[in-house]
């Protein structure tokens, strides 16, 4: 029952798609993000992915992940 409304309620809408948006331009020739748009969003995502692991690996940032081994027990002390 709520699958079926659910249903209905996304068929009053006329959602497009991005290529169905692109596609109505009608454009005749290919623009700069045609030609290299998925280079530069790959070289891009490629520039943050280094970024990020020279950040992580290199600067010296002490992480704390855990303190399994660094950490010893004292004794305790009764007074």
């Known amino acids: 029952m709520m699958f079926s409304l659910t249903r209905n309620a996304l068929r ?3 959602i497009r798609s991005i ?3 692109r596609q109505s331009h009608e454009k005749h020739s290919p623009d ?3 030609k ?3 280079i ?11 970024a990020w692991v020279f950040t992580a690996t ?3 940032i002490e992480w704390n992940l855990s303190p399994v081994g660094r950490v010893t027990p004292e004794e305790w ?3």
């Open 36 to 38: 290299y748009g998925n």
């Open 77 to 79: 002390n009764d007074k």
């Open 40 to 50: 530069v969003l790959a070289s891009g995502s490629a520039f943050c992915v280094v």
């Open 12 to 14: 009053r809408f006329k």
């Open 58 to 60: 290199q600067i010296g």
């Open 19 to 21: 290529q169905q948006i």
């Open 32 to 34: 700069f993000h045609d």
